[in-house]
Nanobody, 113 residues
Framework: QVRLVESGGGLVQAGGSLRLSCTTSGIIFRINNLGWYRQAPGKQRELVAQITSGGITNYADSVKGRFTISRDNAKNTVYLQMNSLEPEDTARYYC???????WGQGTQVTVSS
């Protein structure tokens, strides 16, 4: 059974930074592609960033140049470094293993103007 635990969210002023972490279990982490998603109130969940098992990354246009996704296979953890945060980044952030339907509980990010 896949288990995902996100952490690192919080309240930050515009222009600030946060680093989200997602620790996984129940999978062979190193062979899986991973993603970070977010969902703001009243909006659909959207893909923010992805990283393949080989370390190839891609980003939503809205976060390019500000967010960085990375992974530590030894720790079964995927990270999302978020810089230059904007109020529009306010959402609940979730990680996901691409090949599995499970979601974690997410972590709330709130950016004040």
């Amino acid at each position: 059974q896949v288990r995902l635990v996100e952490s690192g969210g919080g309240l930050v002023q515009a222009g600030g930074s946060l680093r989200l972490s997602c620790t996984t279990s129940g999978i062979i982490f190193r062979i899986n592609n991973l993603g970070w998603y977010r969902q703001a109130p009243g909006k659909q969940r959207e893909l923010v960033a992805q990283i393949t098992s080989g370390g190839i990354t891609n980003y939503a246009d809205s976060v390019k140049g500000r967010f960085t996704i990375s992974r530590d296979n030894a720790k079964n953890t995927v990270y999302l470094q978020m810089n230059s945060l904007e109020p529009e980044d306010t959402a609940r952030y979730y990680c996901k293993v691409t090949a599995f339907p499970s979601w974690g509980q997410g972590t709330q990010v709130t950016v004040s103007s």
